[in-house]
């Protein structure tokens, strides 16, 4: 199981700025966490982040080359991006929609994801928990 | 951790009817699926269903006196009930929203979930799985 | 052929109340002249009403255990009832819409019924002859 | 008691193209079994088909001097003819809807009918029965 | 002049939990604070809360055969239920509907009451003294 | 000034049915009393009706051939035709929307007319004196 | 018959202020040629003028004690003020709504009128002879 | 206890005109009634009216220099304007908001009030008697 | 290569009125180059007009005898015929819709197309040279 | 350069009530603030305000009898008139629009102005600096 | 005759992927039967691809150096860019508008081209030759 | 106080391309101009143009290690990019939202600025000078 988790625009940010509002956790300490979590589920674990909506499409289109499941936390492209939409539609291998947050509880342009549709399943919520849940998902597909 | 795992309308039929359509996974099946898992996170797991929307809401109003966390498959109740919504929201313990099915690859009134702003998070697309990920979910919950 | 008749909220009233308003026909009238037709045309017919949302998912949930068709008059869950749609599309029996009155001559919202994409048809608007025909159609059913 | 029965757009192509797909059933078979039960009701029946939206306002228009009710399936016309919903409302005689397919089953843009409600009642998703109904409602109507 | 009062969802709830958020004020205390009020206005006044819309359906349509006014607070049903609405609508005796907040001060999706347009008045936003208000108000119909 | 007077679907029916409901002026009642107005403005006018679109299409087509001015009461094409908007948009000769009642007191559908935005202006409201008070203006045009 | 002709805001800059665009036509001019046609229809004839919604509400609470009929041109008003139309619809004389200008062929939130739905009728886009023909119709009235 | 009781546009025809379609009630019979109430609940109470949504505004504006309460009939400035809404907001007592009809079972642009959620409560349907339980409520604010 | 090419309503107008403004093609000129065209495709063209949606739509169900494809420039129709639409879905000659103008640089009503879901592709704003474009694509049909 | 500065509803309570909450800047303030900075620009400034819809309209209808330059900020009537918009459409002078607060981030129904498309242009969000902007702004129209 | 011709995110993918599902016409067969046309046409031709928004609108922005039509297949940028949209605005050069597939025939969304209302024409479901008939209009536009 | 001035897509194509319809000033002038008017008021300024969304994200991730405020036009993407939107609201700098042309007066789909809730204010219309005020508001910033 090869595993490629795909962050968007800001999510950079995390944790750097204004920890005292957003938290100390870093994009960093979420990938740690996920290493750890993929080696005891004896998975292979690749971590990116992306400000450029045409570098998400391009990482998503290249993925059956290497991976078995994509994670995708698209941030504000989730709600904007027909072409991230179409790059999963089109690509073979399963992808998973995580959020942070709970889009819900958020403003109403937030409730919208474009890429929901298409892929295999949506969790949100959860904070950087969200990610872990992801890849237990992404592992239990493998044995289905 | 003690979690209160409700179901609602129509979810008793699971498994049991057109299991060439639907599979034939039960009820049942995903309560047993999800005892053993709670053993093995050393959390106890009470799992209900009703088809009556009045009945959900009382089993809400009542969880925080035996129960720290609701996992809650309102089924067709999530895109109408504002009773339920209005229950969670009242209710101490935290709610975690499950579906079966990815609720956004499906009709365009199931989009959206009156339950989900005022929930912790919510799961969705997983099939059965998407209880244990809610139930890995609510005993992260604990340790936070 | 067994025909299961189901009557949604407030429809028990009928006839009883106000009748210089709204006809001295009553539901137990109905029943009637149902199973007089019922019997001319070798049918055996049951008749139920109900001011549960859930009690009316119960008994289309149970219908495909004695009956071949289900006739629904919903009442005022029509417009409202995603759970009663989600029981008729899991049912295994054609369900037969029927109403009273024109609901297209009435307000806005009663335009709308979340039943009827997933029943075989829908009449409206002939009053008690409504149900009547809804038999003659269950039981042409039978020969196709 | 004397039946106008009226059809409006490409029903004439019922039965003749494409019997695959959408059966085998004519206009002229309908009518027969139309006649059929008309004459063991001992009602008289006429029955017409244009593409012609104005053609088919001025079979209503001058119903009143020769039938006591008409039975019209306004196909695309049902969605689209103010004209249509004029000529009914100012005729004296009552009109019946009927369509073949449950237009509610269909694109949304079928699901609005503007006849309606102006009509005594509609009956649809039976398919050739479905006027075989509307030949018995109408009958009923007469002894009201 | 008889009064019945009814309470819909979650109502049961108040001032029961969290009582530094939502108030000390239980349903009894405003059940006990009405019938004090009632007395000295020589009304009888019963106070019935349920959680079912089937069971608030029912205690309205038995409404004429005891009480001359009904006052209801639907709670989160005043926005989803059409059978409530057509249950007051049935009845002969008037309803007042009330709120404990000001409904138009909340979220969009309680700005619409589906009872409002067939009950007599509305009192919202007064908290407890809602519920008085609408004693006398019901106290005044008679009058008139 | 040669004045054309065009009159869409079910206005042939004017006066002639239910003359206790809309009062008993006939359309010819109207044809008369414009003639009468005519002569005495020195104008020459022609007065038509026609139940199909693609007719009344034609007719503001070539009105241009024979005819200074077009006052036009569409009927129920006014809310439903494009192919009239665009007739009227490109014929060089002006064109004076007329209707009988005040159609923004009537059906929501009723409030939108296509033709008006391409035509010169509009009278509604005043039954058959619409039509003089069109006639009016079409004979102002002229000294204009 | 006495005759009310009320003007909205900015209709006092009619004709002053940029001739070269909107034409040299003032108020005065448009009241001196109404007092004349007022005069040859033996009608009497009050023309007033502001841009204050209060002031018109006013003016026409009052007409009934002077006039016969109100012609108005309520200007932006006409699009924005339910209180002009509370006036028209209480007052017990007829109203008729004018406009210099087709208001169809301009902004979209110029197409809605407030107040039309309550007048008599409306006519508009014949400029100044707008009123004439208001006039006309007015005095037509009388002899109804 | 010093209250201000305003009234807007239209509501000074109360009972003046057309008492036969709208109660013989006039404005002043309703002060009079509401000072009778007023005394025996040893409060101080003034009464105004204005067709002039600025002059409402002013007078909102300046309660909180004599008044504890205000007491607001805005008629059709209730659905129109934002001025009033923010001269609420922006004043230190509270306005609490009374309508003679209930608002909810008349037309649908008089559903949405702009000023109620601004408001401390509202109160409509009971006629000339909601301005007593609007009464009743500012009083009861004293105490608590 | 037999081809259909029909014309809907006031494309008869083309180039006949007012030359200055839209050019002096007529629909007989883009006929001519249309069958030149056709002669060094090997194909065989008839070319049609009509105002009338009914004539439209009978052409449209009689292609199939004669024709291998239909080009089709519905004007007005495009936007607003339901019978149009189903008269082309229900054939099976491929239709191939064009427009002389770019329909998307219009009015908003003109946006929509309720025949282009059920035409082969769409061809528009290329003038007289989109029915050219038309024929490329229709006899490319052929060889694929 | 002469530039006349209004201020529309509610703005009079600047800086005098609450001034905890909206700070102690009074309308005053920014007369005088503004007087200064047009000192040193050479601009002459008259400064008003008001909360009557009509006044204001006058006072932008006479601004080019002594005016350059008009600076706006209609506050509530922002949102709602017409008859500003018509009035400042109509002036000969350029209209600059100010807001205190950024009305972007404040209720969904102040994001509209009905001003803004015939203004100059528009500065919001900048509190009393707003205003020196936008007197900035006027003066660089001078010697543009 | 020099030509650029444009494509968006995701149709690198064309033909490489899932063949049995898209077919196996690769975008650079696409390219190679365009040079082989533009060779029989006189004409040059550059074609390029890209997923990134910002890299299109720097093509579109330097076309008219090198280039006098670009064909523009934006993918899913056609329904979210108006950064696409102004750039072909802003360009001197027409841009055509291609889809392979009718985009009328798929989800909803993809219905509104934001560049449309500022292309040429626009030409869809056409699979490849959608190019070539693209081709065609831009070389048949040189010579008008 | 060191100013950040970003530039979005298209606006590098200033006063480059068809000078006689937009004018001649560039996007060099505009700095050039904004570099003047910052030494005067001894504030420090970069200036930077991109058309791609990622990288302006990036700038304003980035903007908070070397400047005080950020000046933004944001051009097209002003109204599609909610990663935008997210970078401004996440940055601890202020941002000032500019824009060359009055939006509101420009297409419907313009009026709407996703970034303008987050941003410190918002200046439109003022052509180059929008810079300048921009400047001015930023400078006051820092002395508030």
Redesign the interface.
């Known amino acids: 199981m090869k595993v490629l988790v795909l962050n968007?625009?800001?999510l950079?940010?995390l944790g750097q700025?204004?920890p005292e509002v957003y938290g100390k956790t870093t994009l960093a300490d979420i990938e740690s966490m996920l290493q750890t979590r993929a080696k005891s589920l004896s998975a292979k674990l690749e971590f990116r982040q992306?400000?450029?909506?045409?570098?998400l499409?391009?990482w998503i289109?290249s993925a059956?080359d290497q991976f078995n499941v994509v994670i995708l936390n698209a941030?504000?492209?989730t709600?904007?991006?027909?072409?991230l939409?179409?790059?999963i539609a089109?690509?073979?291998v399963p992808t998973i929609e995580v959020h942070l947050s709970?889009i819900?509880?958020r403003e109403e342009?937030?409730?919208?994801?474009?890429c929901?549709?298409?892929?295999?399943?949506?969790?949100?919520?959860?904070g950087a928990?969200?990610y872990?849940?992801a890849l237990?998902?992404a592992c239990?597909l493998k044995v289905t």
């Open positions: 968007g625009p800001n950079n940010l700025r204004e992306s400000n450029h909506e045409g570098e499409v391009g289109q059956p941030g504000a492209y709600h904007t991006s027909v072409a939409r179409d790059a089109a690509t073979s709970n819900y509880a342009f937030r409730h919208k994801s474009l929901a549709p298409v892929c295999k399943g949506q969790i949100s919520g959860f928990f969200s872990v849940l237990e998902a239990n």
